[in-house]
């Protein structure tokens, strides 16, 4: 069955820099929609950064122009960088693959485990 690693979050002052990575692994016959969402203590998931297959990335505006997602598509991995990274960005970052394992299989919804991402003033 497919699922999601993530890895790269940490403790970075404010104005660093960390890059995040979500691989998929297992059964993987088509990836359909990947996203990065986060949940700050005490508040909702919220979206950060979502790549419907074959499209352009769309950002929260809160990380526009600081945020950027990639992918390797020979490696089923998304990444995100984060640059200029402020407290606020502090919460645990979480990647969601919508994909499917088959041909003829239902599209499947996977989160990744969360990594947390501190940002220090």
């Known amino acids: 069955q497919a699922r999601l690693v993530e890895s790269g979050g940490g403790l970075v002052q404010a104005g660093g820099s960390l890059r995040l990575s979500c691989a998929a692994s297992g059964m993987v016959f088509r990836i359909n929609v990947m996203g990065w969402y986060r949940q700050a203590p005490g508040k909702q998931r919220e979206l950060v950064a979502i790549?419907?297959?074959?499209?352009?990335?769309n950002y929260a505006e809160s990380v526009k122009g600081r945020f950027t997602v990639s992918q390797d598509n020979n490696k089923n991995t998304m990444y995100l960088q984060m640059n200029s990274l402020k407290p606020e960005d502090t919460a645990v970052y979480y990647c969601?693959?919508?994909?499917?394992?088959?041909?003829?299989?239902?599209?499947?919804?996977?989160w990744g485990q969360g990594t947390q991402v501190t940002v220090s003033s």
């Open positions: 790549v419907p297959t074959g499209e352009s990335p």
């Open positions: 969601n693959f919508n994909l499917h394992e088959y041909r003829a299989g239902p599209p499947m919804d996977l």
